[in-house]
T-cell receptor, first 115, second 118 residues
Framework: AQTVTQSQPEMSVQEAETVTLSCTYD???????LFWYKQPPSRQMILVIR??????QNATENRFSVNFQKAAKSFSLKISDSQLGDAAMYFC????????????FGAGTILRVKS | GAGVSQSPRYKVAKRGQDVALRCDPI?????LFWYQQALGQGPEFLTY????????KSGLPSDRFFAERPEGSVSTLKIQRTQQEDSAVYLC????????????????FGPGTRLLVL
C-alpha cells in the first residue's frame, strides 16, 4: 500500500519570504500523480498544484512550485513571496494512475505566515 | 454555486443514533468520493462511485457505514448506531471523469460535515 509522509507538523514563514514544505511517499508503482492541497481554517480543501510522475519537469503555478525527485520519492512544495492568505494546513497526496483513483494523504503541515 | 455542497455542515448525534450525510457534487461530475478526516489528520478514503456504481468501498471502517448514489448525482453516507470514534469531518469530493491524465481527474472537495458523537 502507498504511504505519504509529511515530517513537518508545523512551519512558519515571514510574509514575502520563501518556505518549502516536505513530502515523501512510498510506492512500487511507476506511474502516479502527486498533489498539494491547501485547507484554510474552517474552509474547504482546494488544489494547489499537481504533478504527473512521468513528467520530468517540475510543475509551477504562479508563486507555487514543486521539487519532484522521483528516485528519492520526494515531492516538496515551495511557496515564494508568502502572503497572509497562504496560512493554512497543507496536505501532500498520492494517486495511482492504474489501481483505483482514491487519494492517499499525508498528515499535513500547518503553515503560519507572520506579518 | 458551482462547487460541491454538503449538508448538514454540523451534526451532533447521541451514541447509537443513525445519521445521514448528503453530498451534492458538481453538476456533470461522474466520480464521487467520500473521505473521513479525524481532527488534526489527513483525510482517509472511505468509498468511491462512478455514476451510480460503487466501485470501491474498501475504506469503509465497518458494516455500520453505508453509502449510496442511486441516480448518479447526489450521494448519501449513512452511519448506523454511531460510536464516539465516528466523530470526524466527512468530506465529499467529485471529479469530472476518470481518464488518463489531465484536469478531468482533479478532485474538488466540499466543505465537509463535522460529526460529533456524544
Amino acid at each position: 500500500a502507498q504511504t505519504v509522509t509529511q515530517s513537518q507538523p508545523e512551519m512558519s514563514v515571514q510574509e514575502a519570504e520563501t518556505v518549502t514544505l516536505s513530502c515523501t511517499y512510498d510506492t512500487s508503482e511507476s506511474d502516479y500523480y502527486l498533489f498539494w492541497y491547501k485547507q484554510p481554517p474552517s474552509r474547504q480543501m482546494i488544489l494547489v498544484i499537481r504533478q504527473e510522475a512521468y513528467k520530468q519537469q517540475n510543475a509551477t503555478e504562479n508563486r507555487f512550485s514543486v521539487n519532484f525527485q522521483k528516485a528519492a520519492k520526494s515531492f516538496s512544495l515551495k511557496i515564494s513571496d508568502s502572503q497572509l492568505g497562504d496560512a493554512a494546513m497543507y496536505f501532500c497526496a498520492y494517486r495511482s494512475a492504474v489501481y483505483g483513483n482514491k487519494l492517499v494523504f499525508g498528515a499535513g503541515t500547518i503553515l503560519r505566515v507572520k506579518s | 454555486g458551482a462547487g460541491v455542497s454538503q449538508s448538514p455542515r454540523y451534526k451532533v448525534a447521541k451514541r447509537g443514533q443513525d445519521v445521514a450525510l448528503r453530498c451534492d457534487p458538481i453538476s456533470g461530475h461522474v466520480s464521487l468520493f467520500w473521505y473521513q478526516q479525524a481532527l488534526g489528520q489527513g483525510p482517509e478514503f472511505l468509498t468511491y462511485f462512478q455514476n451510480e456504481a460503487q466501485l470501491d468501498k474498501s475504506g469503509l471502517p465497518s458494516d455500520r457505514f453505508f453509502a449510496e448514489r442511486p441516480e448518479g448525482s447526489v450521494s448519501t453516507l449513512k452511519i448506523q448506531r454511531t460510536q464516539q470514534e465516528d466523530s470526524a469531518v466527512y468530506l465529499c469530493a467529485s471529479s469530472l471523469a476518470r481518464t488518463s491524465g489531465g484536469d478531468q481527474e482533479t478532485q474538488y472537495f466540499g466543505p465537509g460535515t463535522r460529526l460529533l458523537v456524544l
